[in-house]
């Protein structure tokens, strides 16, 4: 047996299974990139850079940005390249595991959630096209995950003991009160832009929308 050569491969595997290695963007870079929620399907992280800013070269597994603001960002490339990408407010880009050195060239600040997937291959569960009392619309898709624009209607309700056989990260792009009870515990009823919330597939649930008007949030669902 080679066993530099069969170290060598283990290694490689590793680092692109997960972000706990080196270049793990929330240890490089601590300023930028804050964990809010982890779990074994997704780690969830706020990503934060002020205008003129710049990380440092890190990696990410598969994942699923959506922006709270618009922003130009300029990726540096570990061959040396760029690409440039301009991040639509409210908008959700798929994006594939691998390295890059981000740089805030735009005028505002970058202010996003990225859903990083934990799962060694992808998921087969199907995501529902359409949901009683609530407008979807597909903003992002990967093999992983697919981000939705949702807007629930003042008569939007889940009835308690509601599941669903895919994971889902809830993230509010407004300040509502949308009742989310997840296995019979007390519900969230206060939401703030930005607030995330994972329902786990086959987990119990009830929602609601308590206000007279739609509710706007982005639904990052795991397949």
């Given at each position: 047996?080679?066993?530099?050569?069969?170290l060598?491969?283990?290694?490689?595997?590793?680092?692109?299974?997960?972000t706990?290695?080196?270049?793990?963007?929330?240890?490089?870079?601590?300023?930028?990139?804050?964990?809010?929620?982890d779990?074994?399907?997704?780690?969830?992280l706020?990503?934060?850079?002020?205008?003129?800013?710049?990380?440092?070269?890190?990696?990410?597994?598969?994942?699923?940005?959506?922006?709270?603001?618009?922003?130009?960002?300029?990726?540096g490339?570990?061959?040396?390249?760029?690409?440039?990408?301009?991040?639509?407010?409210?908008?959700?880009?798929?994006?594939?595991?691998?390295?890059?050195?981000?740089?805030?060239?735009?005028t505002?600040?970058?202010?996003?959630?990225?859903?990083?997937?934990?799962?060694?291959?992808?998921?087969?569960?199907?995501?529902p096209?359409?949901?009683?009392?609530?407008?979807?619309?597909?903003?992002?898709?990967?093999?992983?995950?697919?981000?939705i624009?949702?807007?629930?209607?003042?008569?939007?309700?889940?009835?308690?003991?509601?599941?669903?056989?895919?994971?889902?990260?809830?993230?509010?792009?407004?300040?509502?009160?949308?009742?989310?009870?997840?296995?019979?515990k007390?519900?969230?009823?206060?939401?703030?832009?930005?607030?995330?919330q994972?329902?786990?597939?086959?987990?119990?649930?009830?929602?609601?929308?308590?206000?007279?008007?739609?509710?706007?949030?982005?639904i990052?669902?795991?397949?």
């Amino acid at each position: 047996m080679n066993v530099r050569r069969t170290l060598g491969v283990l290694y490689v595997g590793l680092l692109g299974a997960g972000t706990a290695f080196a270049q793990d963007p929330v240890k490089v870079d601590p300023a930028h990139y804050k964990v809010i929620l982890d779990n074994p399907t997704v780690r969830v992280l706020k990503i934060s850079y002020p205008a003129g800013s710049k990380s440092v070269m890190h990696q990410h597994p598969d994942a699923i940005v959506v922006a709270l603001a618009p922003a130009k960002v300029r990726f540096g490339m570990p061959d040396g390249t760029s690409q440039d990408s301009d991040m639509v407010n409210n908008g959700a880009m798929y994006t594939p595991a691998g390295k890059h050195l981000p740089n805030n060239v735009g005028t505002n600040a970058v202010d996003a959630i990225l859903v990083e997937f934990k799962a060694p291959k992808p998921g087969t569960a199907t995501v529902p096209t359409s949901r009683p009392n609530m407008a979807v619309k597909t903003l992002a898709d990967g093999p992983y995950g697919t981000a939705i624009l949702s807007t629930a209607d003042p008569t939007f309700h889940e009835a308690a003991g509601t599941k669903h056989d895919y994971d889902q990260v809830v993230i509010a792009l407004e300040d509502s009160a949308i009742s989310l009870s997840l296995d019979g515990k007390a519900p969230k009823t206060s939401w703030k832009r930005g607030d995330v919330q994972f329902i786990g597939r086959g987990t119990p649930h009830e929602s609601k929308n308590l206000g007279s008007k739609p509710v706007e949030f982005v639904i990052v669902a795991i397949k």
